[in-house]
C-alpha cells in the first residue's frame, strides 16, 4: 500500500514538472513576440532579461561583489525568452524522465513472468 501512495506521489510531481514545463515552452516564444511587437511600433528593442522577468515578482538582483555574483550577473543577464523557453524543455523532459509512466512496472512485471 505505501508503495502505490509513493507512486502516486511521484507520479503527480512528474505531471506538474511536464506541465510547468510545457507552461514555460510556451511562454518564451510569447515574451518573445512582446519584445517584436514592441520592436516593431517602437523602433526599439526592449531586451527583457532574466532579472527584468524576477522583479515583476520582487525579487531584486543586487549588483556583483565577489566571484560568485559576478556569475550570477551573466546568468541574470540572459535574454528572458531565451531562459524560458531552454528551462521549460528542461522541465518537461526531467518530468517525463521521473514520471516513468507506468514503463517500469510493465517491465518488472515481464522479467517477473519470464522465470
Known amino acids: 500500500m505505501a508503495e ?3 507512486f502516486n506521489v511521484v507520479h503527480l510531481i ?4 511536464v506541465a510547468a514545463g510545457l507552461a514555460a515552452t510556451v511562454l518564451g516564444p510569447l515574451v518573445l513576440l512582446v519584445e517584436l511587437f514592441e520592436w516593431i511600433t517602437r523602433s526599439e ?7 527584468d522577468g524576477l522583479s515583476l515578482f520582487g525579487v ?3 549588483e556583483a561583489e565577489t566571484e560568485s555574483q559576478r556569475l550570477q550577473d551573466v ?4 535574454p528572458l525568452s531565451v531562459a524560458l523557453y ?3 524543455l528542461f522541465t518537461f523532459f526531467s518530468g517525463i524522465n521521473i514520471g516513468d ?3 517500469a512496472r510493465d517491465l ?8
Not at 528593442?45 to 532579472?51: F, K, M, R, S
Not at 546568468?75 to 540572459?78: C, G, R, V, Y
Not at 518488472?108 to 522465470?115: G, I, R
Request: glycine share 12%; proline share 3%; aromatic share 12%.
Open 101 to 103: 509512466w507506468g514503463q
Open 86 to 88: 531552454f528551462t521549460g
Open 14 to 17: 512528474a505531471t506538474a514538472m
Open 60 to 62: 531584486v538582483h543586487e
Open 4 to 6: 502505490s501512495r509513493g
Open 108 to 115: 518488472e512485471a515481464q522479467f517477473l513472468s519470464d522465470d
Open 75 to 78: 546568468l541574470m543577464a540572459l
Open 45 to 51: 528593442w526592449p531586451g527583457l532579461t532574466v532579472a
